[in-house]
């Protein structure tokens, strides 16, 4: 079975652009969330969808967006990029279930913002 | 607000030593507790869980994990480790209806 994939696998940007990363959950799985990893630090929390509806939000600034469409995919789009935003961008996928789904995790998008 | 602490951020083992790998988490309800793997340039795998009954858990690779709610710990544990096994490690809290909040990590490295 496939698992989350993620594109592009590696981004090069310049600050004050935008950009868009996608992600295809796992077959059946109607929940996504989306991680910021910065070199040297665990995941952060960004965005849950479930159902093409936002679920929870991390704290980051609005140039943060994302969405869901009809078929599960994500699409995780940051604008005026900083160089702060370099970082593995991860995303995660849930199988339909209570509180103890689990999230199962795609290889990640390396961004660098130059 | 939840957080989840790992104490040790680099952690040297030699091959076929035992290991184990602290983690305190803050939360006030039942926690859901994660370990997950990640080698360099890869995603997270997940190594176990713990949501409720034993808390003794067994996960993949041959790695345990052993809940104490009076010390609020969650420690990962190999009784020999590899050195397929040098990897970081996360420790994660499921903050209920959205998110994971996971530790900073700790980077194990395996001498020969």
């Known amino acids: 079975d496939a698992g989350v994939t993620q594109s592009p696998t590696h981004l090069i940007k310049t600050r004050g652009q935008q950009v868009t990363l996608r992600c295809s959950p796992i077959s059946g799985h109607k929940s996504v969330s989306w991680y910021q990893q910065v070199l040297g630090q665990g995941p952060q929390f960004i965005f849950q969808y479930y159902e093409k509806e936002e679920r929870g939000r991390g704290n980051f600034p609005d140039r943060f967006s994302a969405r869901q469409f009809p078929n599960y995919s994500s699409e995780l789009n940051v604008n005026a990029l900083l160089l702060g935003d370099s970082a593995l961008y991860l995303c995660a996928s849930s199988p339909p279930g209570g509180i103890d789904n689990e999230q199962f995790f795609g290889p990640g998008t390396r961004l660098t913002v130059l | 607000a939840q957080s989840v602490t790992q104490p040790d951020i680099h952690i040297t083992v030699s091959e076929g030593a035992s290991l184990e790998l602290r983690c305190n988490y803050s939360?006030?309800?039942?926690?859901?507790l994660f370990w997950y793997v990640q080698s360099p340039g890869q995603g997270l795998q997940l190594l176990l869980k713990y949501f409720s009954g034993d808390t003794l858990v067994q996960g993949i690779k041959g790695f345990e994990a052993e809940f104490k709610r009076s010390q609020s710990s969650f420690n990962l544990r190999k009784p020999s480790v590899h050195w397929s096994d040098a990897a970081e490690y996360f420790c994660a809290v499921y903050q209920a209806g959205t998110a994971l909040i996971f530790g900073k990590g700790t980077t194990l490295s395996v001498s020969s």
């Open positions: 939360y006030g309800a039942t926690p859901y």
